[in-house]
């Protein structure tokens, strides 16, 4: 998986490109936490490029929430493709993740 990133403010956006699976979860929690540990509150997932999502990813996904609840943070979940909607809502985690169709617009709703 490979992983970008972009500041603005208390915001993160994360650009996930690959697999969100066992083999790459390691990587995106060493990322966000090096984050969480400045002064960033929030996260932008871009996921318009991750292929599918295994159960490890989802955990990872769900543990990244709770880190930033505990900062009074929000996760965003951008450009998710319909395979990767499949797997959350067969999962019944569908509700869990607030979803945009684009990055701009997820970014648009954590910066008001």
């Not at 992983?3 to 066992?22: K, R």
């Not at 543990?63 to 909607?85: F, H, I, P, S, Y």
Request: aromatic fraction near 4%.
């Amino acid at each position: 998986m490979k992983i970008t990133h972009e500041q603005y403010d208390h915001l993160t956006v994360l650009t996930l490109q690959g697999e969100l699976n066992a083999d790459s979860v390691d990587e995106l929690r060493k990322n966000a936490l090096q984050h969480l540990g400045g002064k960033t509150r929030d996260f932008v997932l871009d996921v318009s490029d991750v292929e599918t999502v295994d159960s490890q990813g989802l955990e990872t996904l769900l543990w990244l929430q709770e880190q930033c609840g505990e900062k009074l943070g929000q996760v965003r979940l951008a450009g998710v493709t319909a395979n990767v909607e499949k797997i959350l809502y067969v999962t019944r985690l569908l509700p869990r993740f607030d979803r945009h169709p684009d990055l701009e617009s997820a970014v648009k709703s954590l910066r008001i």
